[in-house]
């Protein structure tokens, strides 16, 4: 089969006060090529990836909060690995946050090994867990990577902090939220760098993770540049 490697426009319609992309065409990360879509299920909306001859290879599930400016992740499914299909659903739902002007794409990993999947776009870690977060920290500190001292020295200085707190909550957040930035990004280096998995931060347990349109601006020239992987001409 020949492949098309011209670059596949993404339009856009409203329905509802929300803007939905029309159905369009990608090539995964295979070169395969491969359909994207949206179906209204009433509740929630579901990003949908098919093969050429009309299989499902996956599904986003999303729910548009319009009044709270945010998305909310319920379900991503790949049916296939290493193929882009994933990569493909969550850039899809990120042009969804961008075309809409939401402030916030939210979702739950609870397998461990979507943090790292989704740091690699610019999610962010959202935990309050002083003992998780320092365990990601200690973990930084004891690296062997080299050229990561930026990385070491803010996690030195937030696990000591994080220490004095013990099990007390308190209701400023800010050093919960100092120290779920320097572990996305820490884990964000590494994927993005091509690391083996043995290099990532073990982490015990899933947990939420938001991508804000400050990820938006502070992450578009590498997600640019994975809309060009697929051939799709669309800017963030």
Not at 62 to 86: A, H, M, P
Not at 107 to 131: H, Q, S, W
Not at 219 to 236: G, S
Request: proline fraction near 3%.
């Amino acid at each position: 089969m020949k492949i098309d490697f011209s670059k596949r426009f993404v339009s856009f319609y409203e329905n509802n006060g929300i803007k939905l992309f029309n159905k369009f065409n990608a090539l995964n990360t295979k070169m395969k090529p491969v359909d994207l879509y949206i179906k209204d299920k009433g509740k929630f909306h579901a990003i949908m990836i098919d093969d050429a001859e009309g299989e499902n290879l996956g599904t986003f599930e999303v729910v548009f909060k319009k009044n709270q400016s945010t998305i909310e992740g319920q379900q991503l499914i790949s049916y296939t690995e290493r193929e882009g299909n994933g990569q493909l659903l969550t850039l899809a739902s990120i042009m969804e946050l961008a075309q809409n002007r939401m402030n916030k794409l939210t979702y739950f990993a609870g397998d461990t090994k979507n943090i790292p999947f989704l740091a690699k776009f610019g999610f962010v870690l959202e935990n309050d867990d002083t003992r998780y977060l320092m365990n990601g920290l200690k973990q930084i500190i004891r690296s062997k990577i080299p050229n990561i001292e930026e990385f070491k020295y803010k996690s030195r200085y937030l696990h000591s902090r994080l220490d004095m707190l013990g099990d007390v909550v308190p209701d400023d957040k800010s050093l919960f939220h100092s120290g779920c930035q320097v572990l996305s990004d820490y884990i964000k280096f590494l994927v993005r760098h091509n690391y083996p998995k043995k290099y990532y931060p073990y982490l015990e347990v899933g947990s939420d993770m938001k991508f804000t349109d400050w990820e938006l601006v502070t992450n578009k020239r590498y997600l640019d540049k994975l809309m060009d992987v697929h051939y799709l001409d669309y800017k963030f």
